[in-house]
T-cell receptor, first 110, second 110 residues
Framework: GENVEQHPSTLSVQEGDSAVIKCTYSDSASNYFPWYKQELGKRPQLIIDIRSNVGEKKDQRIAVTLNKTAKHFSLHITETQPEDSAVYFC?????????WGAGTKLIIKP | SQTIHQWPATLVQPVGSPLSLECTVE??????LYWYRQAAGRGLQLLFYSVGIGQISSEVPQNLSASRPQDRQFILSSKKLLLSDSGFYLCAWSGGHEQYFGPGTRLTVT
């Protein structure tokens, strides 16, 4: 079946530095790539998404890039802050579903 | 605006007991609905999804079942819970590509 690989599984960065999380998908028909943030004990929340007709999208300190040829997409967080600490999930669409990455635990060191 | 409700928020049930979790969506019609399970520290496992009343697709064969008796109501059930059914159960809705999650039910099977 279709799958999404997400790396790294854990990422520790100094407060103020940048963080990058990468995903690779397998379904060449995928056109929608969201990123979710899940704080401890809470529901996942959509933070940014990108569609296949766009190569990059920014929203303040977060950005997502997409390389459809290579089937890669990445989440970039600049000037990280303590409230960025969470688990981040990438996904790609496949029929009526989202295929999910395994998640990245982002730790922001003070 | 759309709102998604889940109840109960927490549940402790003995092995072999039945289960019924309910999810309702407000502010939209004919949504796609999803049930996910998340084990502690793990990713999102899709259990069921529905594109309309009475239409249920199962992603993982197990002792759980789902029903959609009304357009905006999705129910997850089990006749006999297993220890392995413990986890965080999340309902989600979608009107297009984006999925929005409910607050979740934390189930502990003892």
């Amino acid at each position: 079946g279709e799958n999404v690989e997400q790396h790294p599984s854990t990422l520790s960065v100094q407060e103020g530095d940048s963080a990058v999380i990468k995903c690779t998908y397998s379904d060449s028909a995928s056109n929608y790539f969201p990123w979710y943030k899940q704080e401890l004990g809470k529901r996942p929340q959509l933070i940014i998404d990108i569609r296949s007709n766009v190569g990059e999208k920014k929203d303040q300190r977060i950005a997502v890039t997409l390389n459809k040829t290579a089937k890669h997409f990445s989440l970039h967080i600049t000037e990280t802050q303590p409230e960025d600490s969470a688990v981040y999930f990438c996904a790609s669409d496949s029929n009526y579903q989202l295929i999910w990455g395994a998640g990245t635990k982002l730790i922001i060191k003070p | 605006s759309q709102t998604i409700h889940q109840w109960p928020a927490t549940l402790v049930q003995p092995v072999g007991s039945p289960l019924s979790l309910e999810c309702t969506v407000e502010g939209t019609s004919n949504p796609n609905l999803y049930w996910y399970r998340q084990a502690a520290g793990r990713g999102l496992q899709l259990l069921f999804y529905s594109v309309g009343i009475g239409q249920i697709s199962s992603e993982v064969p197990q002792n759980l079942s789902a029903s959609r008796p009304q357009d905006r109501q999705f129910i997850l059930s089990s006749k006999k819970l297993l220890l392995s059914d413990s986890g965080f159960y999340l309902c989600a809705w979608s009107g297009g590509h984006e999925q929005y999650f409910g607050p979740g039910t934390r189930l502990t099977v003892t």
